[in-house]
């Protein structure tokens, strides 16, 4: 049965009063969850939350729980665009078309010297046990996809990339199939830990992202027009909301200031870039980028919260009226709302209370 009524069902306990089934299984496998409702404001609402519409209807009843791809990385392509052809990867030419090329040729078993599991200091389980909850070192599929954001290379020809789960920008990628081998080689490649393999001379320029968190929004409406609708509704939301609250949001982004990864003594590069990924969290500012599709259209609005920790988190079927629980729950208390998960990568943090500790 297809459904707009969200705020039914947006919360850790059922409508039926009885607690999500996710709940116990995410807790056991080490997930920090949240026991907060996901949607804060009554039915109807009374706060104001931009609507969807009458017409718009998504899936409410099939588990969302494991309806995500595994991958080993996920790289943004800078377009300056929130709509694309619908089918990214087939515009012949395009950084993700070469990407997919150099993905699907590349036969490479070399090893990195400075493989890594995650940007966090505690690395998660290889498996968590939960469907859709796992770690990025388990896997080897590298997706590439499109992003709202304009490049901050030096030539505006070239290419800037953001690479996640390492929460590295990377920009003066050529898009050529020489640049998307270079961009493979010595960052996407799936031997290569956080900190790539860039050789001397190398004309990339690598940096931490900026932000203490990235917001990624699904909005390829040639794909679903509901993803379009819903991307730009929350993202009006998530920049009101969190600007109450003190952050300062960007839907571009900033150029870092500090030296990129290329110009520092190749020993000093993982201690730098964990250096500066622990001082992230503490700075209150969020990125929010609209991207193309990511699957499972038919759980719109479809909202990815990456960490410098190293962590992912997908969400599904969120409306403006469960931002507000997402904003304190995961995004500044590091806990998941499992009533919204639709899977997630690094969440699985023994030891830890959060998914903002180290």
């Known amino acids: 049965m297809l459904s707009r009524l969200s705020g039914l069902l947006g919360h850790s306990q059922q409508s039926d009063g009885k607690q999500d089934p996710s709940f ?9 969850v949240s026991e907060a409702e996901c949607r804060g404001c009554g039915d109807p609402c009374e706060e104001g939350h931009e609507s969807y519409g009458s017409r718009f209807s998504v899936d409410m009843t099939s588990q969302m729980l494991g309806s995500v791809k595994r991958y080993r990385r996920q790289v943004y392509i800078s377009t300056g665009k929130t709509d694309w052809e619908r089918k990214v990867h087939d515009v012949p030419g395009s950084l993700a078309s070469l990407l997919g090329h150099v993905h699907a040729t590349s036969h490479s078993n070399a090893t990195s010297a400075h493989d890594v599991a995650t940007s966090s200091s505690s690395a998660p389980p290889k498996s968590s046990g939960v469907s859709g909850i796992y770690a ?22 070239l290419q800037t990339v953001l690479v996640f ?6 920009a003066n990628v050529p898009e050529t199939q020489e640049g998307a081998q270079k961009l493979w080689d010595e960052t996407l490649d799936p031997h290569l830990g956080l900190v790539g393999a860039s050789p001397q001379g190398s004309t990339l320029r690598t940096w ?24 730009a509704k929350l993202e009006h939301e998530f920049t009101n909301n969190m600007g109450s609250k003190g952050w300062t949001i960007d839907t ?11 110009a520092i003594d190749a020993e000093a590069r993982e201690t730098r870039i964990l250096s500066r990924l622990k001082e992230l969290p503490n700075e209150k500012r969020a990125l929010i980028v609209q991207v193309s599709h990511i699957g499972g259209h038919k759980y719109a609005g479809n909202v990815i919260i990456y960490t410098p920790q190293g962590a992912g988190v997908w969400y599904g079927r969120v409306t403006t009226h469960e931002v507000n629980a997402i904003v304190e729950q995961t995004i500044e208390g590091g806990k998941i709302l499992p009533n919204l998960l639709r899977g997630g990568i690094n969440i699985s943090r023994p030891g830890c209370s959060s998914l903002n500790d180290w």
Do not use: M, W
């Open 252 to 262: 571009q982004l900033e150029h870092p200031t500090d030296e990129p990864l290329e």
């Open 24 to 32: 116990d299984k995410l807790k056991t496998a080490a997930v920090p």
């Open 208 to 231: 931490a992202i900026p932000y203490s968190c990235v917001i990624l929004l699904c909005s390829h409406k040639k794909r679903d027009k509901r993803c379009a609708i819903a991307a």
């Open 136 to 157: 990025s070192s388990s896997e080897r599929k590298v997706d590439a996809l499109n992003g709202s954001h304009c490049t901050i290379s030096d030539d505006p020809d």
């Open 165 to 170: 789960p390492d929460y590295k920008v990377v």
